[in-house]
């Protein structure tokens, strides 16, 4: 079993930066991919960006236009930490943000992912 544990969400008022944290512990050997998803009010859980730790690549799919540019996900110098960089941020942005590991190369559906954290709540103030 892979623990995953989100840290760093809050307030934030429109136009800000925040960066939020998932630290990966456990079977963290068989973790491949890490990746961030973001679920609002009422809606489906969105991706938003992975990284894929044998070849320290990002992959950001087709994410919303409104991501592009604005989010950026990178890894930590520990190892099976990564973290989520949101600049520029919007109340549209407000939700919870969780992270997700996969034993496998997964991109961007939910499905593709094995672990789950709890999620971490980013909310924008307009």
């Known amino acids: 079993q892979v623990q995953l544990v989100e840290s760093g969400g809050g307030l934030v008022q429109a136009g800000g930066s925040l960066r939020v944290s998932c630290a990966a512990s456990?079977?963290?050997?068989?973790?491949?991919?890490m990746g961030w998803f973001r679920q609002a009010p009422g809606k489906e859980r969105d991706f938003v960006a992975t990284?894929?730790?044998?070849?320290?690549?990002?992959?950001?799919?087709e994410v919303a236009d409104s991501v592009k540019g604005r989010f950026t996900i990178s890894r930590g110098n520990a190892k099976n930490t990564v973290y989520l960089q949101m600049n520029s941020l919007q109340p549209e942005d407000t939700a919870v943000y969780y992270c997700?590991?996969?034993?496998?190369?997964?991109?961007?559906?939910?499905?593709?992912?094995?672990?789950w954290g709890r999620g971490t709540q980013v909310t924008v103030s307009s």
């Open positions: 997700a590991a996969a034993v496998k190369i997964a991109y961007g559906r939910p499905d593709e992912y094995d672990y």
């Open positions: 990284t894929w730790w044998s070849s320290g690549r990002t992959y950001y799919g």
């Open positions: 456990g079977r963290t050997f068989d973790t491949y991919t």
